[in-house]
């Protein structure tokens, strides 16, 4: 199976702050990477997929970037609606589409 | 409107069996995957496997081969997820989530409220 590794997996920030979050794969996945927010009680929300396309809806401070096994997340100014779980997704392999560890972030 | 409404909370001892639910509106069922995925209490996202409701082509996790039965019926527009033998450790919130488009490439762009499952020993 595809493992993926996020990195920090804890990251205390302020508002207006710059953030970026890792995503490494154990082994090649083009770009089939999705990103995903989640806060405490709800669903998951979809930001990113392909890598770099930003979900319709989506906030333009996030981005991501990547392709192959280091994909990242940044946050270009943290704002207070952004305090979450972030969760990296690989679509890469049907018969195990696995997440990342998750990124808490949190206020400063 | 995309919605996926989950059946509600679920309380039963191990051993039990169970089958929980995905009532999907809004779309074509049958054109997109569905995806059940399990939160454990304070613990990240596991995706378990998928389901193509239109032939109901199914993919499991390795880990969860031969523990689960994911299925739809597209008569209905629901999937589901059971148990024949649930243990402790399957206490969690489930999840079901539409593919965003007709394959997976595009991620999973609508959710359930999820549906909290408790096993008690």
């Known amino acids: 199976d595809i493992q993926l590794t996020q990195s920090p997996s804890f990251l205390s920030a302020s508002v207006g702050d710059r953030v970026t979050i890792t995503c490494r794969a154990s082994?090649?996945?083009?770009?089939?990477l999705a990103w995903y927010q989640q806060k405490p009680g709800k669903a998951p929300k979809l930001l990113i997929y392909?890598?770099?396309t930003l979900q319709s809806g989506v906030p333009s401070r996030f981005s991501g970037s990547g392709s192959g096994t280091e994909f990242t997340l940044t946050i270009s100014s943290l704002q207070p609606e952004d305090f979450a779980t972030y969760y990296c997704?690989?679509?890469?392999?049907?018969?195990?589409?696995?997440f990342g560890g998750g990124t808490k972030v949190e206020i400063k | 409107e995309v919605q996926l409404v989950q059946s509600e909370t679920e309380v039963r001892k191990s051993g039990e069996s169970l089958k929980i639910s995905c009532k999907a509106s809004?779309?074509?069922?049958?054109?997109?995957?569905i995806a059940w995925v399990r939160q454990m209490p304070g613990k990240g996202l596991e995706c378990m496997g998928i389901?193509?409701?239109?032939?109901?082509?199914?993919r499991y996790s390795p880990s969860y081969q031969g523990q689960v039965i994911i299925s739809a019926d597209k008569s209905i527009g629901t999937a589901y997820l059971q148990w024949s033998n649930l243990r402790a450790s399957d206490t969690a919130i489930y999840y079901c989530?539409?593919?965003?488009?007709?394959?997976?490439?595009?991620?999973?762009?609508?959710w359930g409220q999820g549906t909290l499952v408790t096993v008690s020993s």
């Open positions: 989530a539409r593919s965003s488009d007709i394959t997976v490439d595009t991620g999973f762009g609508f």
């Open positions: 809004g779309y074509s069922f049958t054109n997109y995957w």
């Open positions: 389901v193509y409701p239109g032939d109901s082509d199914t």
């Open positions: 082994q090649g996945i083009y770009i089939y």
């Open positions: 392909g890598a770099s």
């Open positions: 997704q690989q679509l890469n392999t049907y018969h195990a589409l696995t």
